[in-house]
């Protein structure tokens, strides 16, 4: 079955980064483009980035410049490389794929950014 396993999340000081990691399993990673989402404390979820199988990447606009998504094929991961981290980034960050009509996510890792 589909399962997507987060992590690298943690408490960081404002300017910090860090790079989450998803591991899949039970489907042709490469196959699929991937993308990352967070929910940020009280508020909805919301879109973060896409990577298409290609490579072909996209990024919500007030992120752009400070995040970066990437895969690994060989280790069915996809990254998120964040930057210049700031509070109203705090969030859970999450995976997702779109697989046989039908969304999956992962359990997701929280991502703190404080002084």
């Known amino acids: 079955q589909v399962q997507l396993v987060e992590s690298g999340g943690g408490l960081v000081q404002p300017g910090g980064s860090l790079r989450l990691s998803c591991v899949a399993s039970g489907f042709m990673f490469s196959l699929y483009p991937m993308k990352w989402y967070r929910q940020p404390p009280g508020k909805e979820r919301e879109f973060v980035a896409t990577i298409g199988t290609g490579g072909g990447t996209n990024y919500a606009a007030s992120l752009k410049g400070r995040f970066t998504i990437s895969r690994d094929n060989a280790k069915s991961t996809v990254y998120l490389q964040m930057n210049n981290l700031k509070p109203d980034d705090t969030a859970v960050y999450y995976c997702?794929?779109?697989?046989?009509?039908?969304?999956?996510w992962g359990q997701g890792t929280q991502v703190t950014v404080s002084s």
């Open positions: 997702n794929i779109l697989y046989g009509q039908r969304g999956y």
